[in-house]
C-alpha cells in the first residue's frame, strides 16, 4: 500500500470508491496512511462540505452562507474553510481570520475546541497554538485567528481581517450590529471573504444574505452526515421530528417560513426588536417578572419548563428580558434557575403557573430562598385564548422584546390554534404569556416604582 506521501493515494482511494471497493481499500491501508487520510479533507469532505465556485449571482462570491440541519457537518466545514485559508489552497493565503459566535464559549467550545474544531482536523504538524485568555490561535507560518462574541459588537470595531468565520448567525442577539462592524474589518488581503454556518431561522439578516447576489449559498441537511451521528440519534429525534416544521428547520436545514394562521410573524417580532440590554432596560423599568410554566415530569422526553423574564416601563410598554426555558430539568433545578433569574434582574415577583404542580411549585421556590415573593395563577383557559390578548399587545406595538430569544420566537411564529406544528406543548410562549399578562393584563398590572 503506497505511503502517506504518495501523491497518487487520493487518486487511487477515489478510483476504488468509484469501482465499489473502497471497504477493501481503506481496510489494507496502514497505520500512517489511515492518520494521513483523516486530514486529508478534499478526499474524505462531501461536495455541500467544499467552497462553492461562485455566487448565486456570478462571479466571485464574498459569503459563502452554508445552511444546515443539526449535526449536518457545518462545523467541519467551516474549520476545514479556515485551515485552507491558512495555507492558501482556498484563494489567496489569509493571515489574520475573525473567529465569530454568539459567545466566547461557543468560539471555544465548538469552533475552536470541539470535536470538529480547528484544533481537532490539523495533523500534529500543521496545528495551531491555542492561547485561551487572548482568545487567539496561531499557526506556525505565523497566520493568526481571533475569537470574538456577537454579545459585544464593539469588540469588532478596529481590527481588520483577511477572512471570518461566523458560526450559528441565526443565535446571535445583537446579530445585525456585529455582522455590521465585522464588515467593516474585512479589509485586508486580494479577496477578503467570510464564511457563515448556522441553522437557518428567516430573521432579517439571513434573509438579506440569501437575496445578496454575491453570497454562496449551501444547504445540507442532518441525513446527509448519518455516517458520524450516533444510530440512537438518528431513531430518536430524527424519527420523531422528520417531516414537522420543526425538523425541517433544525435537521433538514430549510428556511421555514410564517405559519399563516399563527398569532404572531416574524416581521412582527423583528419590528418588536431593540438593542438594549437587558441590564441596561432593567433601569428604565418600574416592574419585572419571572414566570414560570413548570413540567409535569423531569423526564428528557417531556415538556421543557418555560421561564421567561419580562418588565414594564412607566410608558405601559412591556419588554421581555430574557428566556432560560430548558428540558429535562428537575423541579430543584428549575426552581434554582428562576430565583438565579429573579435576583440577577432584581425582579418584583415570581410568577408561576400551579395547574401542573399546585403548592408543591411554592414549596420548591420557597425552599430555595424564601424571600422570593411568588404569585400563584391557574390557567382556566385553554392556550390560544390565554395568548391571543397578548397577541393584540403585540400588534399595538406595546410589547418589546430586549434581543433576540430564537427558540421563543420559533414557537411563537408556529403557534396557531390547534398548537404547534410538531404537537408538543408550547412551554416558553406559556411563560411567556404569564409573564405579559402579569404586568399589563392581569389585575395587579398597574406599574408601580420599583425600588432597584
Known sequence: MPTPSDASLAQRLSACWQAGKLPEALAALDPAACRWLLHHWPLIGRPAQHPPEQAQGGGDWLTWLVLGGRGAGKTRAGAEWVRALIHGRAGPRAGRIALVAETFNDVREVMVEGVSGLLAIHPRAERPVWEPTRRRLEWPNGAVAQGFSAEDPEALRGPQFDAAWCDELAKWRHAQASFDMLQFGLRLGARPRQMVTTTPRPSALIRALLADPRSAITRMGTAENAAHLAPSFLDTVVGRYAGTRLGRQELAGELIEDRPD??????????????????????????????????????????????????????????????????????????????????????????????????????????????????????????WLRAEPVAALYEQGRVRHAGVFPALEDEMCDFAPEGLSNGRSPDRLDALVWAVTALALGPQSAPRVRRV
Not at 418600574?286 to 421567561?308: E, F, Q, Y
Open 262 to 383: 399563527a398569532l404572531w410573524n416574524r416581521a412582527a417580532l423583528e419590528a418588536a426588536r431593540e438593542e438594549m440590554a437587558p441590564e441596561l432596560m432593567r433601569e428604565k423599568l418600574v416592574r419585572i417578572v419571572v414566570a414560570v410554566d413548570p413540567p409535569a415530569s423531569s423526564r428528557r422526553t417531556a415538556d421543557a419548563c418555560g421561564l421567561v423574564a419580562a418588565g414594564i416601563d412607566r410608558d405601559g410598554l412591556v419588554h421581555v428580558l430574557a428566556d432560560e426555558s430548558a428540558q429535562g430539568l428537575t423541579p430543584t433545578a428549575w426552581g434554582a434557575r428562576a430565583v438565579g433569574l429573579f435576583h440577577r434582574l432584581s425582579a418584583d415577583r415570581v410568577v408561576v403557573e400551579i395547574n401542573q404542580g399546585g403548592e408543591m411549585v411554592r414549596t420548591i421556590l420557597a425552599g430555595i430562598d424564601p424571600a422570593v415573593p411568588v404569585r400563584e395563577v391557574r390557567a382556566t383557559r385553554g392556550k
